[in-house]
């Protein structure tokens, strides 16, 4: 399993897709392009990101594209602990 | 995945879901301290700090199939994803050739677009039993 990484961030990419950078020329640091441009839309690539996880007695990381030529069910909930 | 840290997803996991999953939860539980993988997934609430109750079905390409997002007091209804799921793998067995209509279930009739079904998709299509 990879290294665990620090706080969730999305990669840039897009799971299964042609880009790999968020290609803006205009941004000339990573720091100063926010990826805000990037947004998950129905019918478009995932978009990538690597997240801290638990699983099964380990941490370690989860990558969306790791699950590329699998169907793959992303949730997100309120919070644990959080009744529904 | 939730703002929750990994650390408190195996406190939820340990202390409360594994009594309801046997081994506990089969899959990853991602965390998102800061909101930075719900905010281009438009799951984000700013103003709670918490991420609404979103879900996404990624196909084998990466591509997203489908989406709900619910506000937090209402949970999801499994069967009716596993139905998605399976409706959209047919679609992808036939190369997109095939359509699921409303009601579709695993076993009911699919439909073939094309010329000769315009106008009659009501002599294929039976809902309800009917």
Known sequence: MAEAVGCARPTGAQVGGTRKEPASPSHATEEESPMEHIRAQVGKHAPDFEAPAYHQGKFGTAKLSQYLGKWTLLCFYPGDFTFV | ?130
């Open chain 2, 1 to 130: 995945m939730s703002v929750d840290s990994q650390f408190v997803h195996k406190m939820w996991n340990d202390h409360e879901l594994s009594n309801m999953v046997d081994g506990g939860i089969p899959w990853k539980m991602a965390s998102d301290g800061a909101g930075n993988v719900g905010k281009i997934y438009g799951v984000y609430d700013e103003d709670a700090g918490v991420e609404l109750r979103g879900r996404f079905i990624i196909d084998p390409d990466g591509v997203i199939q489908a989406v709900e997002i619910m506000t937090p007091p209402v949970g999801r209804n499994i069967d009716e994803t596993i139905r998605q799921i399976q409706a959209f793998q047919k679609v992808r067995e036939s190369g997109g050739k095939e359509a699921m209509p409303a009601e579709w279930q695993p076993g009911k009739p699919t439909l073939k677009p094309g010329p000769d079904l315009v106008g009659k998709v009501w002599e294929v299509w039976k809902p309800n039993g009917k």
